[in-house]
């Protein structure tokens, strides 16, 4: 069973920067495609990022480009988003998911084709 534990989440002024990091357990994630959504009070669950685990082909979502970056460490299981120039607008609960991913030709960004979930960081950006 997928376990994935998220950390790094709290209140940062506009501009600012944070490091979102998702431990993960319970599987051997070669196979894997692992992404962060976010959602926003009143609002669906939206894709930010992913990356395939075991080639590291990445895919930001384009609010996020430049200033997002999603990344892993194979050694110690963990998923990471460097997130820099933060912006009110980037304020949610920010969730890890994975998700076994054979196709290798285009990433999914609906939530539901993740199967796994973490519990959520929320991430609070002040004006």
């Known amino acids: 069973q997928v376990q994935l534990v998220e950390s790094g989440g709290g209140l940062v002024q506009a501009g600012g920067s944070l490091r979102l990091s998702c431990a993960a357990s319970?599987?051997?994630?070669?196979?894997?495609?692992m992404a962060w959504f976010r959602q926003a009070p009143g609002k669906e669950r939206e894709f930010v990022a992913a990356?395939?685990?075991?080639?590291?082909?990445?895919y930001n979502t384009d609010s996020v480009k430049g200033r997002f970056t999603i990344s892993r460490d194979l050694v110690k299981n963990t998923l990471y988003l460097q997130m820099n120039s933060l912006k009110p607008e980037d304020t949610a609960v920010y969730y890890c998911?994975?998700?076994?991913?054979?196709?290798?030709?285009?990433?999914?960004?609906?939530?539901?084709?993740?199967?796994?979930w973490g519990q959520g960081t929320q991430v609070t950006v002040s004006s």
């Open positions: 998911a994975a998700k076994v991913d054979y196709n290798g030709r285009y990433f999914y960004t609906s939530s539901l084709e993740y199967d796994s």
């Open positions: 990356i395939r685990w075991s080639g590291g082909n990445t």
């Open positions: 319970g599987r051997t994630f070669s196979s894997y495609t």
